[in-house]
């Protein structure tokens, strides 16, 4: 009787350690890390915790071009939610402290000037899943990637409707997650441009790798200049916000085009998105320059090894980072342990960027 009850408990206990062997090799423990997140608010050119201390961005974008698809395809499901809790805990395990989200229009918005409640209530739970894991979000937000996905009522409004759309959607959103201190900052849309090529509509130019990552705010400008349109739409948007939630900053993923510095008043933060190129380091090493001009921090949402390797971009990261408060470089849904045998020279390109990230965490953050 013994013998069987110690053999019992034996065999429990292999299980166990089995499982979290697994746990181990996936990169995610399912427990709660424990980690206390802090309102994060922008402080001069820094971003501060809510005891005054320095803190750094260093985080991965997922959604848009990063994990299998856009954040809301997956928690249409349970085994979506699965797969987003898993991915959370991996990127938390590279050691990310941050995840940039998009968040599509359409899927928020039933018309300019109602919510979708069930696209609310899912960023809510993603919202309640990144204060477990203790991951921020930078919520990116009214993308129109997909072009093929656009509503005829949202693709027919004219600028001033589309406008009232956007401060629908962003209030909604501001009112609804604006108390977590999980939410790092609401970054209004990815590379916004105004009135270029109108007769393409809403999102001009051809998809890159599926998906429009550059969107009109407007189709004219009306005798006005085009960042006077983009400083009125930022403004608006940001009175939107603010009725909800005054303390969480507000910045726009701008491409690192000089003129956006002008739009730096305007904001609490400012990001660019930038793919620094080995062969020209000195138009990279400019533009961080250019935008630190503003007295608010500045950050790169976007930046990976498109143009150089994984130590070039870490070299530059490394020289930049006294100006530079925070780094988002890209996750697609694969730890290097997943990648495993490299079948492709991306997958090589992302396995080796990734290990790169990693190992670099610790003196990021």
Avoid at 94 to 118: C, K, M, P, S, Y
Avoid at 237 to 257: C, E, N
Wanted: glycine share 8%; with cysteine; net charge negative.
């Amino acid at each position: 009787m013994k013998s069987n009850q110690h053999l019992r408990q034996l065999f429990l206990l292999t299980v166990l350690l089995l499982l979290l062997s697994a746990s181990y090799k996936n990169g995610k423990s399912r427990q709660p890390t424990n980690t206390r997140l802090q309102h994060i608010t922008a402080d001069g050119r820094q971003l501060i915790d809510e005891s005054g201390r320095t803190f750094r961005v260093w985080g991965l974008n997922y959604g848009a071009g990063g994990g299998d698809g856009l954040t809301a395809h997956f928690w249409t499901s349970e085994s979506g939610w699965e797969e987003l809790t898993k991915d959370w805990y991996d990127m938390k395990g590279l050691g990310a402290n941050t995840v940039r989200v998009h968040l599509q229009a359409h899927e928020f918005l039933l018309d300019a000037e109602t919510v979708n409640a069930g696209a609310i209530e899912n960023l809510q739970r993603l919202v309640s899943l990144s204060e477990e894991v203790g991951m921020y979000l930078l919520i990116t937000g009214l993308g129109a990637y997909v072009e093929a996905d656009q509503p005829i009522w949202y693709n027919g409004l004219d600028d001033e409707a589309r406008w009232v759309a956007h401060e629908t959607f962003w209030g909604e959103i501001a009112k609804a997650v604006g108390h977590s201190p999980a939410v790092l900052g609401y970054d209004l849309m990815n590379e916004p441009i105004v009135a270029v090529k109108p007769e393409e509509g809403w999102t001009p130019g051809e998809p890159y790798g599926g998906f429009n990552y550059v969107q009109n705010i407007a189709l004219s400008t009306n005798g006005k200049t085009q960042m006077e349109v983009l400083g009125e739409w930022i403004d608006r948007l940001t009175a939107a916000i603010r009725a909800y939630d005054s303390r969480h900053f507000v910045t726009v993923g701008f491409l690192s085009f000089p003129v956006y510095n002008t739009m730096g008043p305007r904001l609490s933060c400012m990001t660019i998105h930038l793919y620094p190129k080995e062969d020209d380091v000195a138009a990279s090493d400019k533009s961080i320059d250019d935008f630190t001009s503003n007295r608010i921090p500045l950050m790169v949402t976007e930046i990976s090894p498109l143009y150089g390797s994984p130590n070039f971009i870490a070299d530059f990261i490394r020289r930049h980072n006294n100006r530079v408060s925070g780094w988002i470089w890209h996750y697609h849904g694969e730890t290097p342990e997943e990648i495993g045998e490299p079948e492709t020279i991306i997958k090589a390109l992302w396995k080796e960027a990734l290990t790169k990230f990693r190992a670099m965490a610790p003196q990021q953050k």
